[in-house]
C-alpha cells in the first residue's frame, strides 16, 4: 500500500510559479514510478506528467512542456512538480499518482492522492 499526500496548490497570478509535492508512505516508494494529472471542473481527469523509479525518465504532456519540471527524491519519499509560467487554463485539481507503469492513462495507476487545487488568475 502506498498512502499519497499532495501540497503546495493555491491561487496565483498568470505567468507565476509553484511548486507542488507528493509525500508518500511506504518503504516501497522508490520502486514505483510516479505521475501528476489533473481535473478541471466538468473536464476528464488528463495527464500532466510523469518519472520513472529511477528518475532517469520524465514524460510530459504537450501542453506543460517547457514550463512543468517533475522530479523526485527517493531519499524523501517525495515527488515534485514545478510549475512555471502558469496560464489560467493550468487551473485544476491536481493529483498524484503511483504505479508500475509510465503512462499517460489514469486507469493504469494503482494509487492516488486526494488533490490539491491549483487556481490561476488571468
Known amino acids: 500500500q502506498v498512502q499519497l499526500v499532495e501540497s503546495g496548490g493555491g491561487l496565483v497570478q498568470a505567468g507565476g510559479s509553484l511548486r507542488l509535492s507528493c509525500a508518500a508512505s511506504g518503504r516501497t516508494f522508490g520502486s514505483y514510478a510516479m505521475g501528476w494529472f489533473r481535473q478541471a471542473p466538468g473536464k476528464e481527469r488528463e495527464f500532466v506528467a510523469a518519472?520513472?523509479?529511477?528518475?532517469?525518465?520524465?514524460s510530459y504532456a504537450d501542453f506543460v512542456k517547457g514550463r512543468f519540471t517533475i522530479s523526485r527524491d527517493n531519499a524523501k519519499n517525495t515527488v515534485y512538480l514545478q510549475m512555471n509560467s502558469l496560464k489560467a487554463e493550468d487551473t485544476a485539481v491536481y493529483y498524484c499518482?503511483?504505479?508500475?507503469?509510465?503512462?499517460?492513462?489514469?486507469?493504469?495507476?494503482?494509487?492516488w492522492g486526494q488533490g490539491t487545487q491549483v487556481t490561476v488568475s488571468s
Open positions: 499518482a503511483a504505479g508500475r507503469l509510465l503512462t499517460a492513462f489514469p486507469t493504469a495507476w494503482d494509487y
Open positions: 518519472i520513472s523509479w529511477s528518475g532517469g525518465r520524465t
